[in-house]
């Protein structure tokens, strides 16, 4: 066997050896109508009381005319607090891997006029962001839900422009949370802040800084190593 055969060989037993890790995660997403209900919940109008968007971007820190990714941005509950910030100059690429909720993404986009916002169909492995050109990628409560974390990491790693950042914003798994039992919280995120940290650290990002958004929810900065 030469050797690029046995490349895709060994490329072949990789991918079929990296497990699902978020299956328990994603259950409540395989039909059109679970995604409906997740649909209702992303888009509450009580949600902006629970998670302070814009308390949330402040403490991070964005220029004006940034180009942002939405990794997982559901039915784009963050778009109008990020153009706040980074303004007409700045671009927004909004990714899912769910088309029914990019669509809705697409109608609040021509409703509301948004000119810098670009919706993104992402994959399971690669979000599809342009390579070199984001300053900041962005996961809300959606990090929990990577299927192949370090194979999607590497795709958002290419993505990013040479200051660009990393921010990651999800559940502690060991605090108690307004609305998820003990039980479905441990069962829903297999990691608590510091597992992700490293698992992020491991697939080459470096942790600048971390802190507590929220009583049950924190954030980590990332740049590239």
Do not use: C
């Not at 000119?115 to 959606?142: E, M, R, S, W």
């Not at 990393?166 to 597992?195: A, N, Q």
Request: glycine residues 8%; hydrophobic residues 35%.
């Amino acid at each position: 066997m030469n050797q690029s055969r046995l490349l895709v060989v060994a490329a072949l037993f990789a991918a079929a050896a990296s497990a699902q890790v978020a299956k328990k995660a994603n259950e409540g997403y395989q039909t059109a109508e679970d995604r409906q209900r997740v649909a209702r919940s992303l888009g509450d109008p009580e949600r902006e009381q629970r998670q302070k968007p814009r308390e949330l971007l402040a403490s991070i820190g964005i220029e004006p005319g940034a180009t942002i990714a939405d990794v997982g941005t559901g039915v784009g509950f963050m778009i109008p607090y990020f153009l706040e910030r980074i303004g007409p100059q700045g671009e927004l690429y909004a990714e899912d891997i769910q088309q029914d909720f990019l669509n809705q993404v697409e109608e609040h986009k021509k409703a509301e006029g948004w000119t810098n916002v670009q919706t993104i169909l992402g994959g399971q492995t690669d979000p599809k962001l342009p390579k070199g050109k984001i300053d900041l990628a962005f996961i809300l409560d959606a990090y929990h839900h990577f299927e192949y974390p370090d194979v999607t990491l590497g795709k958002i790693a290419e993505s990013l422009a040479p200051h660009g950042r990393l921010v990651v914003v999800d559940f502690y798994r060991s605090r108690e949370h307004p609305t998820m039992s003990k039980e479905r919280l441990e069962g829903h995120i297999r990691k608590d802040r510091d597992g992700f940290a490293s698992e992020i650290e491991g697939a080459g990002f470096r942790l600048i800084r971390q802190f507590d958004h929220l009583p049950y929810q924190y954030v980590l900065i990332f740049q590239k190593k």
